[in-house]
C-alpha cells in the first residue's frame, strides 16, 4: 500500500497520535529499507531480533494461524470469540487494508499509534544489532511482528497471530511455547513461487507451525494429498490434532442481504459479523479452536458469549460493502483463485442471477487466467486498472498492467475497458452496470487502499 494511502487513512486522533503513526510508517517504509543479508538463512535473523528484544513471542499463550484462505478471517473470528468470554486478546494479522495499525489489535481495535511507535522505539535498537551481528537488516515484516509480540507479551491473556507467508519459515514461527495452539485453514495453490508448485508442497510449509507435543486444529482439506502431509507431520510431532469439517452436513449456512447466519446440528442459528457461506466454515474452524483452549485452560464456552463474539466480529476488506458516487460496492481483496471463488460464491448468494461491474488488478506473482476464469461467470464488464505498492510484506513495485488484465478477461469472452487510474476505473465500472447490482474491487489490499478515500462506508458492513 502505498504511505500516501496511509496518510490519508490515518486515525483522525490527536495531532501526537497522527504525528506517532507518522513516525512507525516513515521508519517502516523509508528508513528500514529492503531485507539484506544471507539468503536462505531460515528464521536464524528473526530469532535473532526476537532474542534480543527477550522473547516476547513466548510471553502470552499464543494461537497460531496459518492456510491459504481464511487465515485473517479466522483469527479474527477467534480473538473475538476469546474476547466475548471476558479475556484480554491481541490479534496480529497481515497484510492490512488501509491503515498500519490494523496489524496490531488489542481488544479488537486497532492500537492506538503512541503504543506502536513506543513498540517500536524499543525495537530499533535491536534492528540495529541484529544487522551489525551479520544476520542481515531484519525484514518489514520481522519488524511488524516485534512490534505485535511486544504488545502482547505480558499483559494480554491471548495473542492471536496469523502467519505472513507458508509457516515453516515464516518469523511468526519464533513462537516456542508448548502451549502453542496451531490452527490450520483450507490449502491451495498460492505464492508458488516461494511455497513449492504442488499442494503436498505448499502443505508441508503449513504444517511447520504444528507444535511437538502440543495442540491444534486444522480443516478437512479438499486438494489431494493434503490431509496426508498434515497428519503425518503431526504424527512425527507427537502434536494432538482434530480435524473440522466445515462443510455440510456439519455446517450448514445462509447468507442473503441481510448477511450470513451458521447453523451447526443441534443448535439454533448464529449470525456472523462476516458475510459468506466461506465465513461459516471460517467460524466453525474458529470455534473449535476456542473450545480447545477452553478445554485445556479450565474454562467453559458460554452460549450467549459465542453468539456475541461470531457477532460482532469484523474484518476490513472482506466483503466489505460501501458507497461510492452513491452507488453500492463491495471491497474484497481477494486476490487468488480460492478467494475469489469464495467471493464470487458470496455475491451469488446474495444477488441470485446477477452479473456485476468488476475493477480488478493483481500482484505481479498471480495466475491471471486462472484468477478470470473465476470471475468470469459473475462479471458483466471488467475494468483494469493498476496500483504502485511502497513495498511492506513484500518488495516494492507496479501491479500487473492493465492491458494484460484486460486480455486475460477478454479471452474469457468479459466485456473490458481499461482505466490505469484506480479512483476514475471505480467511476466508470460505475456506469456500466444497473444501480440495482454493486461494483465489486477486488484483486489486491493495495487497489482496495488506492479506492478507499472515495468510499463511504455503509451499516451493516460484512
Known sequence: MSTGTV?????????????????????????????????????????????????????????HVAGTAGKGSVSTFVASLLRAHGFRVGAHLSPHAYCLLERFQLDGAPAPAELVDAALARIRPAVEAVEQAGHGRPSFFEVTNGIAFDLFADGLDYGVVETG???????????????????????????????GATLPDIAAQKAGILPSGGRAVAARQGGPGVEDVLGAEAARRSCALRWVDLGPPAVQAWTGPGGTELCLRGQPPLSLGLTGRH???????????????????????????????????????????????????????????????????????????????????????????????????????????????????????????????????????????????PVLAVSRAAEEADEAVPLVVSGSFHLLGAVHGVTVPQWPAG
Open 7 to 63: 496518510d490519508r487513512l490515518s486515525p483522525a486522533g490527536t495531532s501526537s497520535s497522527r504525528a506517532a503513526l507518522d513516525r512507525v510508517r516513515r521508519y517502516l517504509y523509508e528508513e528500514l529499507g529492503p531485507q539484506q543479508g544471507p539468503a536462505g538463512a531460515g528464521l536464524v535473523r528473526a530469532r535473532a531480533l526476537f532474542g534480543a528484544l527477550g522473547d516476547p513471542q513466548d510471553r502470552f499463550r499464543a494461537v
Open 165 to 195: 507467508l507458508g509457516g515453516l519459515l515464516d518469523s511468526t514461527n519464533t513462537i516456542s511455547r508448548a502451549d502453542k495452539l496451531a490452527v490450520v485453514t483450507p490449502i491451495g495453490l498460492d505464492h508458488q513461487d516461494v511455497l
Open 279 to 421: 465465513q461459516a466454515g471460517n467460524a466453525h474452524l474458529a470455534l473449535r479452536a476456542v473450545e480447545a483452549l477452553a478445554a485445556r485452560d479450565g474454562w467453559a464456552l458460554d452460549a450467549d458469549a459465542v453468539w456475541l463474539g461470531l457477532r460482532s466480529a469484523t474484518l476490513p476488506g472482506r466483503f466489505e460493502r460501501r458507497t461510492i458516487g452513491g452507488r453500492t460496492a463491495v471491497l474484497d481483496g481477494a486476490h487468488n483463485p480460492m478467494k475469489l471463488a469464495a467471493l464470487v460464491a458470496t455475491l451469488q448468494e446474495v444477488h441470485p442471477g446477477a452479473r456485476f461491474p468488476w475493477v480488478l488488478a493483481f500482484k505481479q506473482d498471480k495466475d491471471l487466467d486462472a484468477a478470470l476464469h473465476v470471475v468470469a461467470p459473475a462479471a458483466s464488464v471488467v475494468v483494469a486498472t493498476e496500483f504502485r505498492s511502497d513495498g511492506g510484506d513484500h518488495p516494492a513495485g507496479a501491479s500487473v498492467r492493465a492491458e494484460l488484465v484486460a486480455a486475460a478477461a477478454a479471452d474469457r469472452g468479459i466485456p473490458t475497458a481499461v482505466e490505469r487510474d
